[in-house]
């Protein structure tokens, strides 16, 4: 069944709090992850929580990646969504296992779209 994209949901812990306290070695990890899972960056977007914690997007040609770190539980939530069958999302959480020294992770993935839900596509009306 053919659907729109992949979405990776991926979680890990036991990770360096203080890795995922600093924006820029977030922002770093993340950019390394898209490039070594064959992304094509857009633009990335991050933001420092006080007194802790990063948010932050990688948008990418391919869809998108985003970040949300909890340095004082040592736990980061972490979405990949692609609708290219191109992107290694596999790449993406091992990069981001080293980076982060995780310990402990787990991934849900997801089939995304009309099809994946068992729904025909709507063919594209025409308008003049």
């Known amino acids: ?5 992949r979405h990776s949901l ?9 890795r995922l306290k600093r ?23 991050f933001h420092a929580f006080s007194p802790w914690g990063v948010s932050g997007v990688v948008v990418i040609a391919e869809s998108h990646l985003t970040i949300h770190t909890w340095p004082e539980h040592g736990y980061a939530a972490v979405d990949v969504f692609s609708c290219s069958p191109k992107l290694r999302q596999a790449e993406v959480r091992r990069w981001l296992v080293k980076a982060f020294s995780a310990q402990h992770t787990r991934t849900l993935r997801v089939a995304r779209g009309p099809r994946a839900l ?7 009306s025409r308008t003049r």
């Open 10 to 18: 991926i979680e890990l812990s036991g990770c360096d709090p203080e």
């Open 23 to 45: 924006v820029r070695e977030v922002r770093s990890a993340m950019l390394e992850a898209a490039r070594r899972a064959n992304g094509t960056i857009v633009k990335a977007v």
């Open 118 to 124: 068992g729904k025909p596509v709507p063919k594209p």
């Open 1 to 5: 069944m053919k659907t729109l994209g």
